[in-house]
């Protein structure tokens, strides 16, 4: 079983920036690829990123693609989302989640989800 923890998530201005953190304990890190999802009120939950280390590209959203990156630190067992030019519409819980070893898993059908950070981007 893997249990993962979001951090990082706060209140920030349009056009600001903010790292989410995601750090996974249970299981052997390197089997798992991580994604993140966010919600905002009202709204459907999206898949927005993913990394998985048997894979050579993340996956990046269209939304989110040239203003957000994820990169991953397996010493740390943590996955980051690193965020920039936030907009009010970016104003969502974020989500990390755990698939084994793919992303088509870990944002198709995730095994294990987080708790979520929340992110309010204020105009």
């Known amino acids: 079983e893997v249990q993962l923890v979001e951090s990082g998530g706060g209140l920030v201005q349009v056009g600001g920036s903010l790292r989410l953190s995601c750090v996974a304990s249970?299981?052997?890190?390197?089997?798992?690829?991580i994604g993140w999802f966010r919600q905002a009120p009202g709204k459907e939950r999206e898949a927005i990123a993913c990394i998985s280390g048997g894979e050579m590209e993340p996956f990046l959203a269209g939304s989110v693609k040239g203003r957000f990156t994820i990169s991953s630190d397996n010493a740390k067992n943590t996955v980051y989302l690193q965020m920039n030019s936030l907009k009010p519409e970016d104003t969502a819980v974020y989500y990390c989640?755990?698939?084994?070893?793919?992303?088509?898993?870990?944002?198709?059908?995730?095994?294990?989800w987080g708790e979520g950070t929340l992110v309010t981007v204020s105009s």
């Open positions: 249970g299981s052997t890190f390197d089997d798992y690829a």
């Open positions: 989640t755990a698939g084994l070893y793919h992303c088509a898993v870990a944002v198709g059908r995730p095994d294990y």
